[in-house]
């Protein structure tokens, strides 16, 4: 069985700083990758998604993920973060064999000071 | 622009009441998903419809049931809210194939007194 882990529930980070989210996945089969963000009082929104071809995979609002399939790890990265990113964040899986079902992580927050 | 919508941002329910949570979509998807949202848990789904009047069980399905007699519509029913049900309940939909994105609506805050 699949399944996400988002080791850091919370990251605080100054507005300009770098970031970097961390996301593991488990599976026996080949999978697809997802970030979604979900803002203050909103559904979630798709960031980036890694379905294959080059690794590093960039998505809307700067951000940008890397997927490394010998450490199963896709992490988030953003080289300088707003006060507007601030957002829930949350990784999701879904193997090649049933593509329409996704896996969520628990989610980090990611709070951004002035 | 495309749209998920459900029908009450926040619902205040008793226990043993039957409590219906309404969902819309505008883009003609294949698939729709209700999913509850609870802090450190994450999402996980409750039940899955890849068609009209066809469904499929999630991971956490007891207590709920589900009915989609069109295509737009895919409603979330518990026919006895007790106060565990508490939590905000996310819907999304999708288009059948590899990966597609899902959308999701605004959420729906259920609180069970």
């Known amino acids: 069985a699949q399944s996400v882990t988002q080791l850091d529930s919370q990251v605080p980070v100054f507005e300009e700083a770098p970031v970097e989210l961390r996301c593991n996945y488990s599976s026996s089969v080949s999978v697809y990758l997802f970030w979604y963000v979900q803002y203050p009082n909103q559904g979630l929104q798709l960031l980036l998604k890694?379905?294959?071809?080059?690794?590093l995979v960039k998505g809307i609002n700067g951000f940008e993920a890397e997927f490394n399939k010998s450490q199963t790890s896709f992490h988030l990265r953003k080289p300088s973060v707003h006060i507007s990113d601030t957002a829930e964040y949350f990784c999701a899986v879904s193997d090649h064999s049933n593509t329409d079902k996704l896996i969520f992580g628990t989610g980090t927050r990611l709070q951004v000071f002035p | 622009d495309v749209k998920v919508t459900q029908s009450s941002r926040y619902l205040v329910k008793r226990t043993g009441e039957k409590v219906f949570l309404e969902c819309v979509q505008d883009?003609?998807?294949?698939?729709m998903f209700w999913y509850r949202q609870d802090p450190g848990l994450g999402l996980r789904l409750i039940y899955f419809?890849?068609?009209?009047?066809?469904?499929e069980k999630g991971d956490i399905p007891e207590g709920y049931s589900v009915s989609r007699e069109k295509k737009e519509r895919f409603s979330l029913i518990l026919e006895s809210a007790s106060t565990n049900q508490t939590s905000m309940y996310l819907c999304?939909?999708?288009?059948?194939?590899?990966?597609?994105?899902?959308?999701f609506g605004p959420g729906t805050r259920l609180t069970v007194l």
């Open positions: 999304a939909s999708s288009s059948v194939g590899q990966a597609n994105e899902q959308f």
């Open positions: 419809s890849y068609d009209v009047k066809m469904k």
């Open positions: 883009m003609d998807h294949e698939n």
């Open positions: 890694y379905l294959s071809g080059s690794t």
